[in-house]
């Protein structure tokens, strides 16, 4: 039976069984465990106390902090820099071949999985002298630093590995938007005198909008939802302090770890609020919705 | 003078020194970006025991290098290309059952109109914004109910309808002329034939887009295997690796060498389809 009417629906079947099966069916479990104690798989009704339990709880909002604090932080070094390195590459001047080997070179971090990137920072930011930032910090004449035993430290090596292994795909997203502008803005606006860098913050900035939109948008998600590199570089969920664990993290350590399944159900809760909240106000601030309802 | 030499005019630098400048600031962040990978390859050749002591460097001591670590690698009766095996198996079977099982619902909700669909569409793209750790403890608790632990079914199911890879073959779909789909019904195609023999075969760069996509995301997959996955013989790469890391472990030197073993297939893929990968990587922000 191969109907035009009943097509359709057997087209997104699949989808369907996946949003009920994979999604719905968890996230209520999700919204009821986080209402229960969970004890070898005895679930005891408790309310809102895993809600309390977490408000009060230092360590989840030394998580969260850290969290936020790297989605801000990475939103504020994985736009500007890929950013200037698109605008550079997109320039008519220079030699194509030196362009294009730069653009490969830009892949490979994006092409070594965070896991073997997270070994790698971790031992390029030992304590010890002879690691090779340390090395570095030396030949100027500074440090050494005891990079992961310290806030700020373990914080420099964490974005410095998200920097590695994103700034190249950023910069190929923002590659790919400044192409799709048309050159005769940028003729008629030197035409009219505009310089290079007036061209860059009023034709190039306002045309690549849906593209900055679209990696703000990951950026937020992923920047609250980080948990593999913090895990990679700290060799593991515990760092001096918490200083590297995050939200999904800490979701992680009281769900598996502890086995406190009603408490880390009420952290996923909270998580998805707060993504769900952030992202759809930035979307609706940006106008996305009207242009997808607009179609 | 064209438009752009007459900039150019405007500028203190003359041509030819701002395309010196230019080379040499992009030569500068090619050779750092490739520190790490130089770096770990270096260490590929020193004791593991040392480098996890006293970190990657650039040092050379011709007196200390050696090719122990590859030869342990490569003889060692260990689990690492076992654990290569599985990933490069896992990643395979699910980027292939994600492209055909995606790319099917994205044809039903480009090229139908139905009831319910909008608010099915809703769901798709309300999907791509939940991380889906919040749903990992809840699903592993009902595979564990179910008894489902450590299979790699309960790796792929949830991922094959994913929301990204739907949104973007539906767009592609999207640019399809209608006409097509009439002249295949007139032919007496069915449904599904006109799917199978005339929508996929003109939309193939849209399937190789997606594959490395999804090829990328899998292949580094990693908190929920390592939920899932209890015996080490069925640990994909970064779970293995991952259990070298620990400070229980004695096999540093597998660490470093079997990590920077596992960098160079992905390489080798990236070389010869360069232009495929640039296209699946960027291929979220293409039509905002």
Not at chain 1, 109 to 120: D, E, K, M, Q, R
Not at chain 1, 164 to 184: K, S, V
Not at chain 1, 235 to 260: A, C, K
Not at chain 2, 237 to 258: D, F, K, R
Request: charged share 10%; glycine share 8%.
């Amino acid at each position: 039976m191969y109907s035009q009417r009943l097509a359709p629906y057997l087209f997104i079947a699949p989808f369907v069984i996946t949003l009920l099966a994979f999604w719905m069916l968890p996230l209520a479990r999700t919204f009821q465990m986080s209402t229960q104690e969970v004890l070898f798989g005895e679930a005891t009704f408790i309310g809102v106390d895993n809600y309390q339990r977490l408000w009060n709880d230092r360590i989840f909002w030394k998580a969260l902090f850290n969290s936020t604090r790297y989605m801000v932080l990475t939103i504020a070094i994985l736009i500007p820099i890929p950013l200037v390195l698109a605008a550079v590459l997109n320039s008519k001047i220079g030699s194509p071949r030196v362009k294009a080997v730069f653009k490969s070179s830009m892949f490979v971090p994006a092409l070594t999985s965070i896991v073997v990137a997270g070994i790698i920072f971790r031992l390029m930011f030992t304590e010890s002298d002879s690691g090779l930032i340390n090395q570095v910090l030396g030949f100027f004449g500074a440090g050494p630093v005891r990079w992961l035993r310290e806030d700020t430290g373990g914080l420099v090596a964490l974005l410095m590995l998200a920097l590695w292994r994103y700034a190249g795909i950023n910069m190929l997203y923002f590659l790919a938007g400044m192409q799709a502008i048309p050159t005769e803005y940028y003729e008629a606006a030197s035409i009219d005198g505009a310089s290079r860098v007036q061209q860059f913050f009023h034709i190039t900035i306002p045309n690549l909008k849906p593209t900055l939109v679209y990696v703000t948008a990951i950026s937020i998600y992923g920047g609250l939802a980080m948990f593999l590199e913090s895990f990679m570089l700290y060799g593991g969920n515990n760092s001096p302090n918490n200083q590297g664990l995050t939200v999904v993290g800490y979701l992680y350590r009281r769900g598996i770890e502890e086995n406190d399944l009603g408490f880390a159900a009420a952290v996923g809760v909270v998580l998805l609020v707060l993504i769900m909240a952030i992202n759809l106000t930035f979307l609706a601030l940006t106008g996305t919705f009207k242009k997808e309802a607009a179609r | 003078m064209s438009a752009d030499q007459r900039v150019h005019a405007k500028y203190a630098l003359p041509r030819g020194l701002h395309a010196a400048v230019q080379t040499g600031f992009l030569v500068v962040v090619t050779l750092i970006v490739l520190v790490p990978v130089a770096a770990i390859f270096v260490g590929t050749f020193q004791d593991g025991n040392v480098v996890i002591r006293k970190g990657l460097s650039l040092d050379i001591d011709l007196g200390s290098l050696s090719l122990d670590n590859y030869v342990m690698l490569f003889t060692d009766s260990g689990m690492y290309f076992r654990w290569f095996a599985n990933s490069i198996v896992l990643t395979v079977v699910q980027v292939a059952g994600t492209l055909l099982v995606s790319s099917f619902v994205a044809y039903g909700f480009a090229m139908y109109d139905f009831k319910g669909k909008n608010a099915m569409f809703i769901a798709v793209l309300l999907l791509m914004t939940v991380p889906f750790e919040i749903m990992m403890l809840p699903l592993f608790v009902m595979v564990n109910d179910v008894g489902l632990a450590d299979s790699y079914s309960v790796i792929v199911l949830p991922f094959l309808a994913a929301s990204v890879t739907i949104f973007y073959f539906r767009q592609y779909f999207l640019g399809i002329p209608k006409d097509l789909l009439e002249a295949g019904r007139m032919d007496g195609a069915t449904e599904f034939g006109i799917f199978f023999k005339l929508v996929v075969p003109i939309t193939k760069p849209a399937f190789a887009a997606m594959a490395i996509l999804n090829a990328m995301v899998i292949w580094n997959n990693f908190l929920w295997p390592l939920l899932v996955l209890r015996s080490s013989e069925k640990f994909t790469l970064p779970i293995g690796l991952n259990t070298l890391l620990t400070p229980y472990a004695s096999n540093y030197e597998l660490l470093i060498v079997g990590s920077f073993v596992s960098l160079l297939p992905v390489l080798v893929l990236f070389l010869l389809f360069q232009r495929y990968f640039v296209a699946g990587m960027t291929a979220g922000a293409l039509k905002g």
